[in-house]
């Protein structure tokens, strides 16, 4: 079965600081999914990548997919106490299907 | 905009007691899945349901059954409750799609606590 690591578990910065999570699977991704999660609610999408190479951007919020499709990174920069929360990586089932296997999440916290 | 929601955010039960928590989604998705979040743990799949009626089991079923019989509306039953199903649950769903096209809309949740 795939398997998602992310890294680092935890995170804090302060304000206007840069940020970089990671996601590595251990299979090719068909497709990555970010979502963020504020604390005790569910999960927002942000972005999802397919193929290898792409970038996307909303706002401060950048995601990359390697070349591999083995590993992304999400990027946030200037960091603002309303990016405090989980990040969570999640992506396609190998074999088909609509499963989404998830990370174990960032928790970011922004410090004033 | 679509909408998932679930019936409670927040439930207290006691030990042996039979749980129903229940997901609605307004958006026509075949697909919908229960997971449980424990720290640590990330997300885990419980179960799903890609048609009415239909059922599949995920990471971790033992303890827990669905029910699926409107397309809009799926339900996650403990059927005797225990202290370590003391969890977040989360509902979501998605359109039937292809690989690399299966976003998942999320409710907000139920923090459910077994006494």
């Known amino acids: 079965s795939q398997e998602l690591e992310q890294s680092p578990q935890s995170l804090i910065v302060q304000e206007g600081k840069n940020l970089t999570i990671n996601c590595t699977s251990s299979?090719?991704?068909?497709?990555l999914y970010w979502y963020k999660q504020k604390y005790g609610e569910g999960l927002i999408f942000l972005m999802m990548?397919?193929?290898?190479?792409e970038e996307k951007s909303h706002e401060k919020i950048t995601a990359k997919l390697d070349e591999k499709k083995q590993q992304s990174s999400l990027h946030i920069t200037a960091s603002q106490p309303s990016h405090a929360g989980i990040y969570l990586c999640g992506a396609d089932g190998t074999g088909g299907g609509n499963k989404l296997t998830f990370g174990t999440g960032t928790q970011l916290k922004v410090e004033l | 905009d679509v909408k998932v929601t679930q019936s409670s955010r927040y439930l207290v039960k006691r030990t042996g007691e039979k749980v129903f928590l229940e997901c609605v989604q307004d958006m026509d998705h075949e697909n919908m899945f229960w997971y449980r979040q424990d720290p640590g743990l990330g997300l885990r799949l419980i179960y799903f349901?890609?048609?009415?009626?239909?059922?599949e089991k995920g990471d971790i079923p033992e303890g827990y059954s669905v029910s699926r019989e409107k397309k809009e509306r799926f339900s996650l039953i403990l059927e005797s409750a225990s202290t370590n199903q003391t969890s977040m649950y989360l509902c979501a769903s998605t359109l039937m799609g292809a690989l690399g096209y299966n976003e998942q809309f999320f409710g907000p949740g139920t923090r459910l606590t077994v006494l």
């Open positions: 349901s890609y048609d009415v009626k239909m059922k």
């Open positions: 990548l397919q193929k290898g190479g």
């Open positions: 299979k090719t991704l068909y497709g």
